[in-house]
């Protein structure tokens, strides 16, 4: 039903952090259409639908009737989207685009205002493939390779409602003394989460949900050609 199609619309945006407006820039769709369409007086079209599967990589068979898994094939696992971004592609001047911040999200322990203040900002990405809105931050060491290298840059965005996880999907983990890039996969106990690495040599591990500070999904992984 298309009132259930709704309710899975909105879960998304709040899995993504973004309200509605925001959303329906994402997807670009103009907002008071899209508001009709959330509010009933306007279907949910086909078009709709590929916009919004498109946009955030969403199954469309989940998204049209709740069967399946979320997330599309492609969004999984060593198929996340790469994006090769040429060395002058990193403005220093301009502040349209992804701001890109001199933090290496693996190492350390630091809250969210000071990971994120205007200090650390080095740069910005404007490019079609990376969202405005996202978070560029840098990888170090093996735990996610091959699918995250060392030194490789993702783009990531924040998880509003942390109760809301995507299982399988690969997220920057805040904790109170360190973080972590990481599949996060579902427990036996729901009040625990596993943390994987794509890394064999690294074990699972199992933390409670309630450690859990902040939460970023990982949209896109950035490799910078220093060739271009």
């Known amino acids: 039903m298309s009132s259930d199609a709704v309710e899975r619309i909105k879960q998304l945006m709040s899995s993504l952090g973004l309200k509605q407006a925001a959303f329906a820039e994402r997807i670009g769709v103009d907002a008071s259409n899209f508001s009709k369409h959330l509010n009933g007086k306007l279907p949910l079209s086909d ?3 590929n916009k919004i599967v498109v946009a ?3 199954s469309k068979e989940w998204l049209m009737s709740g069967e399946g898994e979320m997330w599309s094939s492609h969004m999984r696992g060593n198929q996340l989207p790469m994006v090769t971004v040429p060395m002058g592609e990193i403005s220093h001047t301009s502040p349209e685009g992804a701001r ?3 933090l290496d999200v693996t190492a350390g322990g630091m809250t969210r205002e000071r990971m994120f203040a205007d200090e650390q900002v080095i740069g910005t990405i404007n490019m079609p493939a990376i969202h405005p809105d996202c978070c560029v931050v840098r990888v ?3 735990s996610m390779s091959p699918v995250i290298g060392n030194g490789d840059l ?11 996880i995507f299982w399988g999907q690969i997220y920057v983990v805040l904790l109170d003394d360190y973080r972590m890039v990481k599949y996060v996969r579902k427990h036996s106990d729901p009040s625990m989460v596993i943390l994987r690495s794509e890394n064999s040599q690294y074990d ?3 933390i409670p949900k309630s450690e859990i500070r902040d ?8 490799r910078i050609d220093s060739r271009v």
């Open 56 to 58: 955030v990589g969403v």
């Open 140 to 142: 170090s060491g093996d």
């Open 47 to 49: 078009n709709l639908y």
């Open 215 to 222: 939460l970023f999904l990982v949209e896109n992984i950035i």
């Open 204 to 206: 699972d591990i199992e």
């Open 100 to 102: 890109v911040y001199d």
């Open 154 to 164: 993702i783009a990531i965005r924040e998880v509003r409602n942390t109760n809301l």
